[in-house]
């Protein structure tokens, strides 16, 4: 092959290289995590086993080990409750329609009954600090959702703090609207279940 037709396949090349789609960025819009209930334990991370840095000092001993997170996430059958335990924490998300009726805050029959069963999980495990944080869909404007839900977060905690009748337990309740959705609100079914009242607290009780 010639000089000049290296040089102009060269060209070419970087050419390409020049024109090569950009990767997209990813969708950020997805769902999230309130602030405050992040996992505990993150994922290892890649690590050099002929690395010399790890070698331990004469006389040095390895830390205890550390059991990493591990979630069980059990959902009834109609969709309408959902428990999630970590090894560090225990949360119920209850939907709205079980709850409360349509754009209202005020508990219906079923709804202590609910309720009543999670404080009970709270008194087995001891806990003393319950978050009770209120959610809704994107459907409305934004300042009556974030309205609405800390007046359902309200109603649970009230009912909560009547159940338990423990003066030891400190709550946390707010009202993040439609922040942190958990399901695609382009759909109904997606905004069933984040239209929601979720409480979480420590695990003591294995």
């Keep these: 092959m010639t000089a000049s037709r290296i040089t102009l396949a060269a060209a070419a090349l970087a050419l390409a290289v020049t024109l090569a789609p950009t990767p997209a960025l990813a969708d950020d819009t997805g769902p999230s995590e309130p602030p ?58 209850l939907q709205a329609e079980v709850l409360f009726g349509k754009d209202s805050a005020k508990l219906g029959a079923e709804a202590k009954a609910r309720i009543a069963g999670i404080a009970e999980e709270i008194r087995k495990q001891n806990a003393t600090r319950v978050r009770v944080f209120g959610f809704t869909d994107n459907l409305g404007s934004s300042a009556h959702g974030d309205t609405l839900s800390k007046q359902r977060a309200n109603a649970v905690q009230a009912v909560l703090d009547q159940d338990l009748n423990a003066p030891s337990v400190t709550f946390d309740v707010r009202g993040y609207g439609e922040q942190y959705p958990i399901a695609d609100n382009s759909t109904e079914a997606g905004r069933k279940k984040n239209r929601r009242v979720e409480v979480s607290f420590p695990r003591t009780q294995q």
């Design 36 to 93: 405050g209930t992040e996992p505990s334990a993150a994922a290892p991370v890649k690590v050099d086993p002929t690395d010399p840095d790890l070698k331990l000092p004469e006389g040095a001993t390895l830390a205890e080990a550390k059991v990493l997170d591990i979630k069980s996430v059990v959902e009834d059958q109609s969709g309408d409750e959902r428990r999630e335990d970590t090894n560090a924490d225990v949360t119920f998300a």
